[in-house]
């Protein structure tokens, strides 16, 4: 008997496990093969646009996924770095043989937590209640909680040409009856599509026609705990290239041998990442598409080629490689795949993760409809705190759209559905310039330390970070500069406007154009704070009217989601709604006015209506 | 729909549009009197206590908008148990939408239909039966003011706002691809230096389409109107009756007046800016004295023709040759003089039978002048007069968005911050044509840009 038991080694599986085992339950983790543990069957990145918020989120809230990726970079590079603050992203590669091992010695380190090997085909169900799983081999081990983390293994069905071989990523036994069940148990399911690039042995590469793109040289990690990094000159560069009218026109001439035009696909592909067969088509007169040559591995002689996802039989593969500039006699070490898989409706959750259908079971990661390692990372991480909470017998932990990108991410879910493998993009996230990367730990970190994910001494070290932004900023306050000749042409040089009188130097650093080094630099000081400290307070007092008006927008949101809304609340006593409303309403169960006033297709007044019976029903209990 | 009608401070019209001779525009939300103070100069409005009335004048960017009363209620105990400002102005159009176009541009936003009573009974003020029974009445009216608001704004201005908004849409999907895809290389690398000159068309084009919407044009810039007749029909009389009317008010408004402008008049709310009334003012006859061509420029000029006959004579050359002239402009055949007899002979056309001497006639020819400038749907019912100007808010705020994201763009923020506004605009468009959300941004992202691993 344990507390929890979560289905599959993922990324949502194995940050899920951590998370439970870490707040005091004994945890069961139960995966198809122990050594495919956290493996990056995709591209070997961590991060990006809004994908590496998620990172410092999770890293912030005492999750694993940061410190991972850290540890195992083979490059780190910040995007979007001049394009404004609340917009840039941190993205590593990592090396995919090692960030494995180093999640898998996480969890082989954790207390409260088991790993065992084997296949679950069956869930043990009492009065809409998960008891715990029942093994293929009969097998039946029972729990409190169940956490259910399959990724893209359900029925999984990976597609070549005109082939159609039942297996899961990386040639892995698939999930079989899984899916099945969850139907018989009323939990409906449909079928997704993703797809992965060939992989071509480095050594076949002539790089010499392709153009560098190199990581940055400097101190990044997501971690707000480790400090690792990787020195510039022992990163491993990217390259970029791209594809030509020759490769286009084998492209043209094949596809109909492509399973996703053969008619073998049914599985709806995400948007976000189309094949290359997907590109030609829809974007019929482009020229080219660029291709990143990106490293995997400092251990295995392989390099993924970003931006050639294909289901083309391998013949073609073999001619669309040898098409493109420097590849020309490169060795495929392993081909492009499309594959396809069961997922559930996320709107059969609560926001919690917490099944509608089944209590105490739960789902994260791709199975939820989701794309993307840290997508999957997050829901797990959530999952499992959830399932914790609900078993202490504490309040559930949700995060707002304007408090975490993960909140956005689960709203997004929970609350609208998928059709296509969802992917976190910046523009989906309308308080973005709050929900930086540079402030996740001061948004989440408190929250982490108070579920207790987040150590005492680490809640410390934050709170001192705290204390000195704090001071410096009260300090700059004070510091004052005089209209002097010299002073005036430092700012000139700066391009910034004169001084007519004397000025703060808090109100300087309001000028978009200065930044914190150059404020101080006028009163002859040198940068003594860590770069972290000075940019937050560069960030915060510089586009402080931004901020405050996203945070005067936020407020509003705030004041609707306090207003909850029963869950088992009977949508057929509001009269005054539309169908479709009524409808929807009663289908998604949202928590809160919030949430209810997001879902489409209810408009203002059936909210306005909704508030009205809320109100009559909290004044009739309360008499 | 993001719900955010609930907890901003927001402003409407609490009397019927155009025809009362003092208009009250409430303001409701915790920022209502912080709001109406910026504008108020007169008592300190944060000082004066609840419940009273202050004396002043509001004036947006130097300008005086009008003379008002100004009474304030202070939350709990105000009809929506929120800070409320109303505010007495002088009657009309014009001066209606001017003090609720500065505050929408301090950052008030335009009441929903109803949105007052809503308040009132979400904050306890009334009880569930009259506040559920507005609600039924609003949302009954739901679907017709869904097809108002597709009559309000003709097919032209309509259409307008849909470019308008995949415009923008496209400006903000080009920024975002930048941001969302950072190594994306097909794409044009979006500066301050792109933003700002497409931000500026897109702020012309909104411009165009309020002076293409009819009301809004009535509203903002009054009719162009000119006065002709033949000598001696009573057209000083007439003007000198217009003027001396209660309710007619002559204003002088900077920066509007052009130099064929001479002066203007106000009629039950509307303004009607005289064309030339230099000739009628010192000659009864414009045809003779400044001769032909000069009228025609006139005319030509002018929305708005008041052809006076003289309703005691049989129509003479000039009277004909004048009917001829202004036979395609939008124009009101006034007969003067009704007071004398009825012997003027035309056919198939409406006169407006008025009597300068003893002031008869006058109401007639302002509901003539209702008629042919103010939608008829929107006179007369405040529901619908409030969908239409909710529309005109709308673009308005998203003007005001436009116009801080220029402003942004034009101090070099960078084109992350500036893009906050160039959403919003495209928010407050979409909540004109129901078309807006994160999903069709994302759409339109994945459709323009190929995008992928």
Not at chain 1, 110 to 138: C, F, H, M, P
Not at chain 1, 461 to 476: H, V
Not at chain 2, 33 to 50: A, C, E, M, T, Y
Request: with cysteine.
């Amino acid at each position: 008997m344990y507390d929890a038991i979560i289905i599959g080694g993922g990324h949502a599986g194995s940050e899920a496990s951590l998370a439970v085992a870490r707040l005091g339950h004994e945890t069961l983790l139960i995966t198809g093969n122990i050594n495919m543990i956290a493996t990056m069957p995709c591209n070997p990145s961590i991060g990006g646009p809004a994908k590496g918020t998620l990172v410092r989120e999770i890293d912030a809230l005492g999750g694993e996924m940061g410190k991972v990726a850290d540890k195992t970079s083979l490059q780190m590079k910040m995007l979007n770095h001049s394009k404004g603050p609340a917009v840039r992203a941190l993205r590593a590669q990592s090396d995919k043989v090692l960030y494995p091992k180093e999640m898998q010695k996480s969890l082989f380190a954790q207390e409260n937590l088991t790993v065992k090997e084997a296949y679950v085909k069956r869930l043990l169900v009492e009065n809409n209640t998960v008891k715990g799983v029942i093994l293929e081999s009969g097998e039946i081990i029972e729990a409190n909680t169940v956490i259910l983390t399959a990724g893209t293994y359900m029925e999984a069905c990976v597609l070549v040409g005109s082939t159609s071989t039942p297996e899961g990523p990386d040639k892995q036994k698939p999930s079989y009856g899984l899916s099945e069940h969850l139907r018989e148990l009323g939990i409906e399911t449909f079928r997704l599509k993703t797809g992965t690039p060939p992989r071509i042995k480095r050594d076949s590469i002539d790089f010499s026609k392709m153009e560098l793109s190199p990581g940055d040289n400097f101190k990044y990690h997501f971690s707000y705990d480790d400090s690792v990094f990787v020195p510039l000159e022992k990163e491993w560069p990217c390259y970029l290239i791209h594809t030509s009218e020759f490769t286009h026109s084998i492209i043209k001439s094949n596809l109909r041998k492509s399973a996703m035009y053969s008619g073998l696909v049914k599985g709806l592909g995400p948007r976000y990442c189309p094949s290359i067969e997907d590109k030609l088509v829809r974007f019929a007169d482009k020229e080219r598409h660029q291709l990143f040559i990106e490293p995997e591995s400092q251990f295995i002689d392989e390099v993924y080629l970003q931006g050639f996802s294909t289901s083309m039989p391998h013949d073609i593969q073999e001619e669309m490689v040898h098409s493109l500039p420097g590849l020309e006699n490169a060795v495929i070490a392993k081909y492009a795949y499309a594959i396809e898989y069961d997922a559930i409706h996320p709107t059969d959750l609560w926001p919690t993760l917490e099944s509608k259908i089944i209590n105490n079971l739960y789902f994260a990661g791709q199975v939820n409809g989701t794309s993307g390692y840290e997508e999957a990372a997050c829901q797990g991480l959530m999952a499992g705190i959830n399932a914790a909470l609900k078993m202490q017998g504490k309040e559930p932990f949700i995060l707002r759209r304007d408090e975490a990108y993960i909140g956005v991410l689960i709203d997004d879910l929970v609350t609208k559905g998928v059709l296509d493998p969802y992917r976190m993009l910046t523009s989906r996230a309308e308080f973005r310039l709050l929900l930086r990367h540079d402030n996740a730990d001061i948004r989440l970190t408190e929250k982490g330390h108070r579920i207790g994910l987040i150590s005492d001494e680490r809640y410390q070290k934050f709170l001192d970070k705290l204390s000195l932004i704090k001071a410096e900023t009260a300090r700059l306050k004070t510091v004052t500069v005089n209209p002097t000749a010299v002073i005036n042409q430092q700012l000139k040089a700066a391009n910034s406007g004169e001084l007519k009188e004397k000025i703060s130097l808090l109100d300087l650093l309001k000028r978009p154009e200065l930044s914190y080094d150059f404020v101080i630099s006028l009163i002859d000081e040198k940068r003594t704070l860590p770069l972290e400290i000075t940019e937050q307070i560069e960030i915060e007092v510089t586009y402080e009217g931004y901020i405050k008006k996203a945070i005067k927008e936020a407020e509003k949101l705030i004041k609707e989601e306090r207003i909850q809304i029963p869950a088992d609340f009977d949508y057929s006593k509001l009269h005054n709604i539309a169908l479709e409303a009524r409808v929807k309403l009663s289908k998604i169960k949202p928590l809160t006015v919030g949430q209810a006033s997001r879902i489409s297709g209810v408009n203002p007044a059936d909210i306005t209506s909704l508030i009205l019976h809320l109100k009559e029903h909290s004044s009739n209990t309360s008499k | 729909m993001v719900m955010k009608m609930i907890f901003d401070t927001i402003v409407g019209i609490a009397t019927l549009r155009g025809i009362s001779a003092l208009n009250v525009i409430r303001v409701s939300g915790s920022d209502a009197i912080q709001l109406v103070n910026r504008l108020f100069v007169g008592k300190d409005l944060d000082q004066q206590p609840s419940h009273t009335v202050s004396y002043g004048h509001l004036i947006d960017d130097g300008v005086i908008i009008d003379e008002v009363l100004v009474s304030i209620f202070r939350e709990p105990k105000s009809f929506t148990a929120e800070n409320v400002v109303e505010i007495s102005t002088h009657g009309g159009y014009l001066i209606a939408e001017k003090v609720i176009e500065a505050l929408i541009k301090l950052g008030c936003r335009m009441a929903e239909p109803g949105e007052f009573t809503k308040r009132a009974y979400l904050n306890g003020r009334i009880d569930l039966t009259q506040a559920e029974s507005i609600m039924d009445m609003v949302n009954a009216k739901t679907m017709t003011q869904l097809q108002i608001a597709n009559q309000g704004l003709n097919g032209q201005v309509k259409e307008l706002i849909n470019d308008l908004q995949s415009d923008l849409l496209s400006l903000i999907a080009k920024i975002e691809v930048n941001i969302d895809y950072p190594e994306y290389d097909d794409a044009v690398v979006m500066t301050n230096e792109i933003i700002i000159p497409e931000t500026k068309t897109i702020i012309d084009k909104i411009n165009q389409i309020l002076i293409k919407s009819d009301t809004g044009k009535v509203i903002r810039e009054g009719i162009k109107t000119v006065i002709v007749g033949r000598p001696n029909v009573g057209k000083s009389s007439l003007l000198n009756t217009l003027l001396r009317e209660d309710k007619a008010i002559v204003t002088e408004i900077s920066g509007t007046t052009r130099d064929l402008i001479e002066g203007e008049l106000n009629l039950g709310g509307i303004l009607l800016k005289l064309i030339d009334t230099a000739g009628i003012r010192t000659t009864d006859d414009i045809v003779e004295k400044i001769g032909i061509d000069r009228a025609k420029k006139a005319l030509s000029e002018s929305d708005l023709v008041l052809l006076v006959l003289d309703q005691s004579q049989k129509l003479t050359d000039a009277d004909k040759e004048l009917i001829e002239l202004t036979s395609d402009k939008t124009r009101i055949i006034v007969g003067n003089k009704t007071d004398l007899g009825s012997l003027v002979d035309i056919q198939n056309e409406n006169i407006i039978k008025v009597s300068a001497k003893n002031k008869t006639g006058i109401d007639l020819l302002e509901n003539e002048v209702k008629r042919l400038f103010v939608d008829e749907v929107l006179i007369g019912n405040n529901e619908t007069m409030l969908s239409n100007a909710r529309h005109i808010g709308k673009l308005k705020e998203a003007n005001q968005n436009l116009k801080d994201a220029l402003s942004s763009a034009q101090i070099n923020y960078p084109v992350d911050m500036v893009e906050i506004d160039l959403r919003k605009a495209w928010e407050s468009l979409g909540e004109i044509t129901g078309e807006s959300g994160t999903e069709i941004l994302i759409s339109t992202l994945f459709s323009k840009f190929c995008l992928g691993k």
